[in-house]
């Protein structure tokens, strides 16, 4: 068992490309923490230096207390699962559980518990005598994960293992995973582009762009307190709301004016913006869809009408146009008026998040 840590770690590859850049993060002992963010933002790139499959070119990487930069991929401790599963086609699925245990000389008896114990586990012990070209996708993408585990190793690397499954099926293998990983006491780190994986996986996350970490933290706490706008945009869906507003200071008390509407912010806010902004000024306003609340007519809001309604079944997501845009809020399916109705809409002040509109960092 083991953590890892990555200090200033940087990878230029030989093109020139900087795919990484000064990315330090400690993961510790048994944590399950999952790289997030689009693609090109460097998350492999991270993940085959742990591994090492890539080079590191400046910083340094640990597993457990050992430097680990110039140790080969064999000598880390680390088993690794990638988005192709790679078994090899002419074995059998114990076959394939079994290879890397034989390649390291186990007893057969050994290897014979080690495969037994992983198939029950992945719920996969009435297939080990089939060949991969008879099982089904997610099959396969167990097998592949129980030839990993059967190692028992320190850290268990993970490069977007579901995204060749149908969306059914991955929802089910997540959280397959996440029943997995109360069983198998090791440390994980996951590379996905997809955020809700990332929410439901990760006891952290780290979220990247452009080979720069924006931001490392529980799901909740990036949910509710996103470290900029770009992974306000990037975490949820829908996305939250950002609209362009100006923030005001009368009095002492804080308020953003949205389309001529002033809206009162909460003492906390106050706080925070006492040290960070210099009102009158723009700021990017965050609002996430679910807290935008419906009011009844007549009372005191933003006022907006439906253009469109998107159905999905238990909720539906209004589009609500108003004076300078338009804003998305989701409802129960219910409570979802007609097209075309007008909106008064509430934006409550302890949902609001503020960004600055130049750099994109939180103000609040
Ligand atoms: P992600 O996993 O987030 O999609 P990658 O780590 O694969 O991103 O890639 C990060 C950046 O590095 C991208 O700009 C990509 O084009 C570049 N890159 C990846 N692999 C190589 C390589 N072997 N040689 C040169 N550039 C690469």
Same mark, same amino acid.
């Given at each position: 068992?083991?953590?890892?840590?990555?200090?200033?770690?940087?990878?230029?590859?030989?093109?020139?490309?900087?795919?990484?850049?000064?990315?330090?993060?400690?993961?510790?002992?048994?944590?399950?923490?999952?790289?997030?963010?689009?693609?090109?933002?460097?998350?492999?790139?991270?993940?085959?230096?742990?591994?090492?499959?890539?080079?590191?070119?400046?910083?340094?990487?640990?597993? +457990? @207390? %050992?430097? !680990?930069?110039?140790?080969?991929?064999?000598?880390?401790?680390?088993?690794?699962?990638?988005?192709? *599963? #790679?078994?090899?086609?002419?074995?059998?699925?114990?076959?394939?559980?079994?290879?890397?245990?034989?390649?390291?000389?186990?007893?057969?008896?050994?290897?014979?518990?080690?495969?037994?114990?992983?198939?029950?586990?992945?719920?996969?012990?009435?297939?080990?005598?089939?060949?991969?070209?008879?099982?089904?996708?997610?099959?396969?993408?167990?097998?592949?994960?129980?030839?990993?585990?059967?190692?028992?190793?320190?850290?268990?690397?993970?490069?977007?293992?579901?995204?060749?499954?149908?969306?059914?099926?991955?929802?089910?293998?997540?959280?397959?995973?996440?029943?997995?990983?109360?069983?198998?006491?090791?440390?994980?780190?996951?590379?996905?582009?997809?955020?809700?994986?990332?929410?439901?996986? +990760? @006891? %952290?996350? !780290?979220?990247?762009?452009?080979?720069?970490?924006?931001?490392?933290?529980?799901?909740?706490?990036? *949910? #509710?307190?996103?470290?900029?706008?770009?992974?306000?945009?990037?975490?949820?869906t829908p996305?939250?709301?950002?609209?362009?507003?100006?923030?005001?200071?009368?009095?002492?008390?804080?308020?953003?004016?949205?389309?001529?509407?002033?809206?009162?912010?909460?003492?906390?806010?106050?706080?925070?913006?006492?040290?960070?902004?210099?009102?009158?000024?723009?700021?990017?306003?965050?609002?996430r869809p679910e807290s935008v609340?419906?009011?009844?007519?007549?009372?005191?809001?933003?006022?907006?009408?439906?253009?469109?309604?998107e159905?999905l079944?238990g909720s539906v997501n209004l589009?609500?146009?108003?004076?300078?845009?338009?804003?998305v809020l989701s409802v129960p399916?219910?409570?979802a008026?007609?097209? +075309?109705?007008?909106?008064?809409?509430?934006?409550?002040?302890?949902?609001?998040?503020?960004?600055?509109?130049?750099?994109?960092?939180?103000?609040?």
């Open positions: 068992m083991a953590g890892v840590t990555l200090r200033n770690v940087k990878k230029v590859y030989e093109n020139g490309v900087e795919a990484v850049q000064d990315f330090s993060l400690e993961i510790a002992d048994k944590e399950f923490v999952v790289l997030v963010g689009p693609s090109g933002c460097g998350k492999s790139t991270t993940l085959r230096m742990i591994a090492g499959l890539e080079s590191i070119t400046a910083g340094e990487l640990y597993i +457990g @207390d %050992r430097l !680990v930069n110039a140790v080969p991929p064999k000598d880390r401790d680390i088993s690794m699962v990638f988005q192709n *599963y #790679a078994l090899f086609p002419h074995l059998t699925v114990y076959e394939n559980m079994a290879f890397p245990l034989k390649m390291r000389h186990f007893p057969k008896r050994v290897i014979d518990e080690k495969v037994t114990e992983a198939a029950a586990m992945l719920d996969i012990s009435e297939l080990l005598k089939r060949k991969p070209k008879a099982l089904s996708g997610g099959q396969r993408q167990r097998v592949a994960i129980g030839r990993a585990i059967v190692r028992d190793p320190s850290v268990f690397l993970m490069d977007e293992p579901l995204s060749n499954l149908d969306a059914k099926l991955r929802n089910q293998m997540r959280m397959e995973l996440v029943a997995l990983r109360e069983r198998v006491q090791t440390t994980f780190v996951y590379v996905t582009h997809d955020q809700i994986e990332a929410m439901t996986l +990760g @006891d %952290r996350i !780290v979220v990247m762009r452009d080979g720069v970490i924006q931001q490392v933290g529980s799901p909740d706490d990036v *949910y #509710a307190h996103p470290a900029n706008a770009f992974v306000a945009g990037f975490i949820g996305q939250m709301n950002l609209l362009p507003a100006e923030l005001r200071c009368t009095g002492g008390i804080y308020s953003v004016s949205l389309s001529g509407v002033s809206l009162p912010l909460g003492a906390e806010a106050g706080r925070a913006l006492a040290e960070r902004a210099a009102p009158p000024q723009p700021v990017t306003l965050g609002i609340e419906l009011l009844s007519a007549g009372a005191r809001g933003l006022p907006a009408a439906l253009s469109f309604a159905r079944g589009h609500a146009a108003f004076g300078a845009g338009e804003l399916a219910e409570r008026p007609r097209a +075309g109705s007008a909106l008064t809409l509430g934006l409550p002040p302890e949902a609001i998040r503020l960004f600055d509109p130049q750099s994109g960092a939180s103000l609040f």
